[in-house]
């Protein structure tokens, strides 16, 4: 019995050396290991930024020509943009001058028509003073049809020069073939060559510009 319980200690004892013998010489096999994968772990790293550094040189170069592209693009775009408003102007500036061009030959067509009117006021109202320049026909009705006449066509022009229809007779004026029409030359000794002397038929204005040139006579010049 004395030599089972010496024995038992001293077993336990060396059971423990064997496991701090054991575990001591373990150690250094751990320490190789952790020190190999460190170096694997490394190694792939390094590799793996090797790869990166091609993959973000090439991810950058795409962006730049993607930027590049856009730029292209957006010129084309606003090119085409600036085109789009210019014809638009123009579309507008040619409608503008079609439609006032289109009122004034309208207007200028109805004056023309007016005119035929103005023409009959001066026939009637020279027909009637030479009727009423006839002692048999000096008669009070007489003077007040032709009064009558007369304030009529005052009436009629003041209203077409409101609209821009102004008549003008060029008597004393310089002949111009601009606003004038010539209907036959006459000497006269008292007067000047080359002027007017004589109003066939008004001329009139539309707006500033010649509706109807007049028809005159001029004086003819020394040959």
Same mark, same amino acid.
Do not use: C, W
């Given at each position: ?62 962006? /730049?020509? %993607? +930027?590049? =592209?856009? &730029? ?7 090119? !085409?943009? *600036?085109?789009?408003? @210019? #014809? ?7 409608? /503008?001058? %079609? +439609?006032? =061009?289109? &009122? ?7 004056? !023309?028509? *007016?005119?035929?009117? @103005? #023409? ?104």
């Amino acid at each position: 019995m004395f030599r089972s319980v010496l024995k038992a200690p001293i077993t336990s004892t060396l059971r423990y050396q064997g496991i701090r013998q054991a575990r001591s010489a373990a150690v250094p096999f751990v320490r190789f290991y952790s020190e190999e994968v460190k170096k694997s772990e490394g190694e792939a790293e390094a590799a793996k930024d090797e790869n990166a550094a091609p993959q973000e040189k090439d991810e950058v170069t795409t962006l /730049k020509e %993607e +930027i590049e =592209k856009n &730029k292209k693009d957006l010129a084309v775009f606003k090119d !085409k943009y *600036l085109r789009a408003v @210019a #014809d638009f102007q123009n579309l507008q500036e040619s409608t /503008k001058r %079609e +439609i006032t =061009k289109s &009122k004034e030959l309208a207007l200028k067509s109805f004056a !023309k028509d *007016l005119l035929q009117t @103005a #023409d009959t006021f001066d026939i009637a109202l020279n027909t009637l003073e030479k009727d009423a320049a006839e002692p048999e026909k000096h008669t009070k009705e007489m003077k007040d049809l032709v009064e009558g006449v007369k304030i009529t066509q005052n009436m009629f022009n003041n209203t077409l020069k409101r609209h821009g229809l102004e008549r003008f007779e060029p008597v004393g004026e310089p002949f111009d073939p601009n606003v004038h029409e010539a209907v036959f030359e006459v000497p006269q000794p008292d007067k000047e060559a080359g002027s007017v002397f004589f109003v066939q038929q008004p001329g009139y204005y539309l707006n500033k510009r010649v509706l109807r040139p007049a028809k005159v006579g001029v004086v003819k010049g020394a040959e």
